[in-house]
T-cell receptor, first 108, second 115 residues
Framework: GQSLEQPSEVTAVEGAIVQINCTYQ??????LSWYQQHDGGAPTFLSY????GLEETGRFSSFLSRSDSYGYLLLQELQMKDSASYFC?????????FGTGTRLQVFP | GAGVSQTPSNKVTEKGKYVELRCDPI?????LYWYRQSLGQGPEFLIYFQGTGAADDSGLPNDRFFAVRPEGSVSTLKIQRTERGDSAVYLC?????????????FGPGTRLTVL
């Protein structure tokens, strides 16, 4: 079967850096994606890692270690608008399996 | 351009009734996915289409759930004999192709409430 684990909640202040971890157990793994979802909104794609290492996209970076079945999303220079839920998702076959999500609250 | 659209945005029904939820993917996207999301949870995979055919329906919870995509564009998720446990937000997503690093674009969802 598949399982993904993320912390349920993280809090931080504006301007800070926060790391959201994701560990997974799955068969047929081909990559790890991250999605952001604001309350009442649709999930939106943030990043994707197929190979080990760091992918950087502006203020957001994502890391993957396939040997450790582990990844993280790093958010820098936090802004209030970053308050949202963040989901890691494992690509297996041609579909995504999502984690339960991490709710990030950014305080002024 | 237009994103993924879903109708209705909200649907309230009574236990035992039949419902249809519609998804209009981004034009040209061959892959279409249905998910179900309960409060405080991540999207739960239900089924995905590559073109007109259901390539993987392993996430459908039981035979009350069925989905079609007859012309390879619009898809309809059908739920028969609805139960209170079916209450959730049903999300549709599309991507240019299935698998790999293909980003999925999500619609706003249909909030289904079964009374």
């Amino acid at each position: 079967g598949q399982s993904l684990e993320q912390p349920s909640e993280v809090t931080a202040v504006e301007g800070a850096i926060v790391q959201i971890n994701c560990t997974y157990q799955t068969s047929g793994f081909y990559g790890l994606s991250w999605y952001q979802q604001h309350d009442g909104g649709a999930p939106t794609f943030l990043s994707y890692n197929a190979l080990d290492g760091l992918e950087e996209t502006g203020r957001f970076s994502s890391f993957l270690s396939r040997s450790d079945s582990y990844g993280y999303l790093l958010l820098q220079e936090l802004q209030m608008k970053d308050s949202a839920s963040y989901f890691c998702a494992v690509g297996t076959g041609d579909k995504l399996i999502f984690g339960t999500g991490t709710r990030l609250q950014v305080f002024p | 351009g237009a994103g993924v659209s879903q109708t209705p945005s909200n649907k309230v029904t009574e236990k035992g009734k039949y419902v249809e939820l519609r998804c209009d993917p981004i034009s040209g996207h061959t892959a279409l996915y249905w998910y179900r999301q309960s409060l405080g949870q991540g999207p739960e995979f239900l089924i995905y289409f590559q073109g007109t055919g259901a390539a993987d329906d392993s996430g459908l919870p039981n035979d009350r759930f069925f989905a079609v995509r007859p012309e390879g564009s619009v898809s309809t998720l059908k739920i028969q004999r609805t139960e209170r446990g079916d209450s959730a937000v049903y999300l549709c997503a599309s991507s240019l192709n299935a698998g790999g690093r293909n980003e999925q674009f999500f619609g706003p969802g249909t909030r289904l409430t079964v009374l």
